[in-house]
Every structure is written in structure tokens, then in C-alpha cells.
């Protein structure tokens, strides 16, 4: 009852349910059908979303064709996730609370949420309406299952970052929902963006400081496991990722520079998706755990704070835009 992710599978592995996924996949050469599903299901996703991109990509300028790959990158990982809820379905059962009865139905059910937000939200149908139910979702995850395993460890460092990690992860799922401002109403598109800022300020600044205090874990939403050293200049993009979160972190807590500072956050994190976590899956593609799921979680941050950054207004755009009012007023002025 909770999105997959590396902390739930560092030690586990995958433990196959094949009474749920017909047996006809297991044809497929090389790895075992529980570890094809996750890339095959983010490459289907990865093809609908940039279809539907297509479009509004080729109007956008700069820094906001960045932007506009947010909810893609969002969409991306839900669907690597939702599908290890059928793939791992037996860890993810074991992690639904225990006075919650029928497990196995909420881990398929979660899952099967997970997949179904992936597809409208990359395909642009619904998707507020998805992005809005995912957001929720999370929030349940945290009240259900981080806050109790907060409360029975307070001093555990992971909890607390996984526990705020989930939090800015509904915080992006919120971002794409207020994105679309006919769907809302103003009082309840600004709750939907103030409560996406914070969950997202704190969770980079935390890490940010936290990339300070362990240099040696990996950079991005750091957990357990240490980079390793095979990595170029590790330590270095460990520094480099605490300076621009930290600073990211502060602007956005205090309402000062908003979009550009959750843009370069964004930026940031995709940067660390390029250079460390891609090598890593390179290096490891058939460990779900400690590859494919530790690029999602990454690349989940990025769309999260790429997608907060579109429902900030854009300066470039608003100067243009009285640039243009001002240029048709002197127009008229002559005309008259």
C-alpha cells in the first residue's frame, strides 16, 4: 500500500506472483518477465507522453521546454512503480498495516491506480483529475505508513526522508492538477500550489543539508546507499546538488524567485539523473532495486519540481506579453 521504490526493495529482491501476470510474458529472453515489465511499461508511457507533447513543446522557449517535460517525468516512474505492485505484489502486501484487512487486494489495487494515473496524466486526458487522486493517494501513504513509522522510530533519518520525500512526491502530483486553472477554483488551486511549495522546499532543502553531512550517498534524495566510487567526480555532484538545493530550497520557503528557483532544482536533479543514476542502470539493468527504482525515485523529484514550476507565473512571459499590450497601444494612439 505504498509506491515501490528502492527503500522498500534494498534487500528483499522481487518476489514473483505469477498467478496475477499471465505466464505468456515469461518468454521474453534474458530477464525474467518481473524485471521486463517495469522498463516496458515506462517505455509505453514514455511514448504516449511524448506524443502528447509534441505540440506544446515546439511553442515553448528556453528553460520552459524543460519545464514542460514535468508530468512526463511524473507519469514515467508512477508506471514503473504500479507495475512492481503486480511484479513484487507479496513485499508490497507485507507493507500495508496490519489492521487493514484484504493486503494483497490493496497492493494490486494501489497499483493498478499508479498505472492508470501514469496513462492520463502522459496523455493529457483527465489528467487533473488523476494528478489531483494521485496526489491524495500519496498523502494516505504517509499518514498510514511513514507518520507510524516515524512515530515508533523518531530518530531514524531514512524515515524522515522517506516520509518527506512521499509528501513532495503528492506535492507534484498537486502541481500538475493546479496546472490546469479552469479545473479549480482560485482559493483551492492556490491551497493545491502553497502545499506543493512546501512539501518541496523542505524535502531539497532537507536533502540539500543532507548532501552536506553524507557527501558519500548518493546525490538527489539521499538514503543508504553510497555512490559508488566508480562514478566520476562523485562527491563533487554530491556538493554541487547541496548548494543548488539548499539555495533552491530557502527561495521557495520564502516566496522569492519561485519558478526559476524550483526550474533550476529540476534541472539539477535531472543533471544527477544523466550522470549518476543512468550509469547505475546501465551498470546493474536487471536489479530493480538498486537501478531501475532509485532512477525512477530521482527522476520522480525532477518532474515534481518541474511540474510545481509551471504553475508559477513566468516573468519572461508576462514581460513579453506587456511588451506586446504596450506595442499595440502605441499603434492605436497613432492610428487615432
Not at 125 to 143: N, P, S
Not at 274 to 287: A, E, F, G, H, T
Request: net charge neutral.
Amino acid at each position: 500500500m505504498a509506491i515501490a521504490s528502492d527503500q522498500f526493495f534494498a534487500e528483499s529482491g522481487l518476489t514473483l506472483a505469477p498467478t496475477i501476470v499471465p505466464t505468456l510474458l515469461m518468454f521474453l529472453p534474458g530477464f525474467a518477465w518481473s524485471v521486463w515489465l517495469p522498463y516496458l511499461s515506462a517505455t509505453i508511457i514514455l511514448v504516449i507522453g511524448l506524443s502528447a507533447l509534441t505540440k506544446d513543446f515546439g511553442h515553448r522557449q528556453g528553460l520552459n521546454k524543460f519545464v514542460a517535460l514535468g508530468p512526463l517525468f511524473i507519469a514515467v516512474p508512477m508506471a514503473i512503480f504500479g507495475t512492481e505492485h503486480f511484479t513484487a505484489a507479496t513485499i508490497l502486501a507485507g507493507m500495508v498495516p496490519g489492521w487493514i484487512p484484504l493486503h494483497m487486494f490493496w497492493a494490486l489495487f494501489v497499483g493498478t491506480c499508479l498505472i492508470a494515473a501514469a496513462l492520463s496524466i502522459a496523455a493529457r486526458k483527465y489528467a487533473w483529475l488523476a494528478a489531483a487522486l494521485l496526489g491524495f493517494m500519496i498523502c494516505l501513504f504517509v499518514l498510514l505508513i511513514h507518520i507510524p513509522n516515524l512515530a515508533g522510530a523518531p530518530h531514524s533519518r531514512i524515515f524522515w526522508v522517506v516520509a518527506l520525500r512521499d509528501l513532495a512526491f503528492a506535492g507534484g502530483a498537486f502541481s500538475v492538477s493546479a496546472a490546469q486553472k479552469d479545473a479549480w477554483t482560485p482559493v483551492a488551486r492556490n491551497n493545491l500550489v502553497s502545499l506543493a511549495r512546501l512539501s518541496l522546499a523542505v524535502l531539497i532543502t532537507v536533502c540539500g543539508v543532507s548532501q552536506f553531512l553524507h557527501p558519500e550517498l548518493l546525490s538527489g534524495i539521499p538514503l543508504e546507499r553510497s555512490t559508488p566510487v566508480w562514478i566520476p567526480a562523485h562527491l563533487l555532484w554530491s556538493y554541487l546538488a547541496g548548494v543548488v538545493f539548499v539555495v533552491a530550497g530557502i527561495s521557495m520557503l520564502i516566496k522569492k524567485r519561485v519558478r526559476l528557483a524550483a526550474t533550476a532544482a529540476g534541472l539539477m536533479t535531472l543533471f544527477l539523473v544523466v550522470v549518476i543514476y543512468v550509469p547505475l542502470l546501465v551498470s546493474k539493468p536487471s536489479d530493480i532495486g538498486q537501478g531501475l527504482n532509485y532512477l525512477a525515485d530521482t527522476l520522480l523529484l525532477c518532474g515534481s519540481l518541474l511540474a510545481f514550476a509551471e504553475t508559477q507565473p513566468d516573468p519572461f512571459a508576462l514581460n513579453e506579453q506587456s511588451s506586446e499590450r504596450e506595442a499595440a497601444s502605441v499603434i492605436q494612439a497613432k492610428a487615432g
